[in-house]
C-alpha cells in the first residue's frame, strides 16, 4: 500500500522555523520526485517546492523561495521541509506529494497543520 | 505564470446528472493538464492528468478533455459520492506549478 505520512506541524511564531517531514513507504522512494504543497485554511492549493529522485535538482514557488529548503533521504525514505523566517501568509496544510510524469501529483499524505502566529 | 480560470465556481446537480467543469488557461499548456477532487478534510486526489487519461481506480464516469487553453472535466452521471471541491493544475513551463482556484460541486 502507498502511504505519505507527514509530521512535523505545529504552531510558531512569527519568524521561526520548522521542519516538516514526509515519511514514504509501499514504492520505491528513490525512484520518484516528490513535492511539497500547501492549502491555506479556506483556500485553494498552492504548489510550494519540488526534488528530483537524487535531490539533485530543487524547484521553489517564489513565495517561499529563500526561506524553505526541500530535501530527502533515500536512506530513509523521507522527504523534508525546512521552513524559516516563517510568516502569517505561510499558515497552511502541508501536503507532500509523489510525482506523476514530471509536474503531476499522484498521491498524497493525508497534510501536516503549521500555524504562524504569536 | 500560467494562470488557470475554472468555471463555474459552483455546480448545482443532482444525483444521476451530467456534470461539466471548465478550465481556462492564460496561455497554450498543449495537454498538461490535471483534475483533483478534493473532499473535506481530505488531500485531494488525481482523478485525470494529461488532459484525458484517468488515474488509477478512477470510475470510468469521471472523462476530461481539451488541449491548448480549453479543458473540460465531464461527470457523465452524478453519484452521492462526488459532490466535492474540483481543481484544475498545470505542468507546462513551469515552476511554478498553477492551480486554478476550483469548482464546487453541491447537490441540488
Known amino acids: 500500500e502507498v502511504k505519505l505520512v507527514e509530521s512535523g506541524g505545529d504552531l510558531v511564531q512569527p519568524g521561526g522555523s520548522l521542519r516538516l517531514s514526509c515519511a514514504v513507504s509501499?514504492?520505491?522512494?528513490?525512484?520518484?520526485?516528490f513535492h511539497w504543497v500547501r492549502q491555506a485554511p479556506g483556500k485553494g492549493l498552492e504548489y510550494v517546492s519540488t526534488?528530483?529522485?537524487?535531490?539533485?535538482?530543487?524547484y521553489y514557488a517564489d513565495s517561499v523561495k529563500g526561506r524553505f529548503t526541500i530535501s530527502r533521504d533515500n536512506s530513509k525514505n523521507t522527504l523534508y521541509l525546512q521552513m524559516g523566517s516563517l510568516r502569517a501568509e505561510d499558515t497552511a496544510v502541508y501536503y507532500c506529494?509523489?510525482?506523476?510524469?514530471?509536474?503531476?501529483?499522484?498521491?498524497w499524505g493525508q497534510g501536516a497543520l503549521v500555524t504562524v502566529s504569536s | 505564470e500560467i494562470v488557470l480560470t475554472q468555471s463555474p465556481a459552483t455546480l448545482s446537480l443532482s444525483p444521476g446528472e451530467r456534470a461539466t467543469l471548465s478550465c481556462r488557461a492564460s496561455?497554450?499548456?498543449?495537454?498538461?493538464l490535471a483534475w483533483y477532487q478534493q473532499k473535506p478534510g481530505q488531500a485531494p486526489r488525481l482523478l485525470i492528468y494529461?488532459?484525458?487519461n484517468r488515474a488509477a481506480g478512477i470510475p470510468a464516469r469521471f472523462s476530461g478533455s481539451g488541449s491548448g487553453t480549453d479543458f473540460t472535466l465531464t461527470i457523465s452521471s452524478l453519484e452521492p459520492e462526488d459532490f466535492a471541491l474540483y481543481y484544475c493544475?498545470?505542468?507546462?513551463?513551469?515552476?511554478?506549478?498553477?492551480f486554478g482556484q476550483g469548482t464546487r460541486l453541491d447537490i441540488k
Open positions: 506529494a509523489r510525482d506523476l510524469n514530471w509536474g503531476f501529483f499522484y498521491s
Open positions: 509501499g514504492f520505491t522512494f528513490r525512484s520518484y520526485t
Open positions: 526534488i528530483s529522485t537524487n535531490g539533485g535538482a530543487t
Open positions: 496561455q497554450s499548456i498543449n495537454t498538461f
Open positions: 494529461d488532459a484525458s
Open positions: 493544475q498545470q505542468r507546462s513551463n513551469w515552476p511554478p506549478i498553477t
